[in-house]
């Protein structure tokens, strides 16, 4: 099922998110609306604490912009290793329309849970290495904003409130304008 992906700001993307401990069906489901969010919303990652659940569960498929790459399940991902630096242009769902320049580790180690619930170690470059890093953060209540200086935070922040705003206002009409109110429970 395709979930909602919480917006920035909002209170619940600063929260740090609890470990999962062992994979059991409700997680796999968690991993399955995930994916299927991300893919629908055209993202190469998602993590839980976007659709407002507060667990360290991440989805990343980077695959349309990188070779040889296919969808990841990471349950309790935890970066043990990393090399290099580099700069990329990130963007995030919840910031949708915004893209700015990151720094990040060229080269990251990754351990996690795998669907599953298999422990494995990933060796990660390119953009699957800056997706690794930036869905991780998202577990930590950081987003690629909190990278940035506060002038250019501010400006998406100050963004990101009008298109809410306006996402609102659109919900509301569309409840005023429904032709069934009796219907609407
Ligand atoms: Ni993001």
Redesign the pocket.
Known sequence: MVREIIIWPDPILKQVASPVGAVDGPTRHLLDDMAETMYAADGV?L?AP?IGVLKRVIVIDTSPRQEGQSLLHLVDPRIVRTEGTTVYSEG???IPGEAEDVERAAKVWVQALGRDGQPFELECEGLLAIAVQ??CD?LEGT??VDHLSSLKRELIRRRMKKLKAEQAEEKAEQVRGAPHHESAL
């Open positions: 990652g993590a976007q995030c769902l919840s930036h869905e998202h987003l690629f």
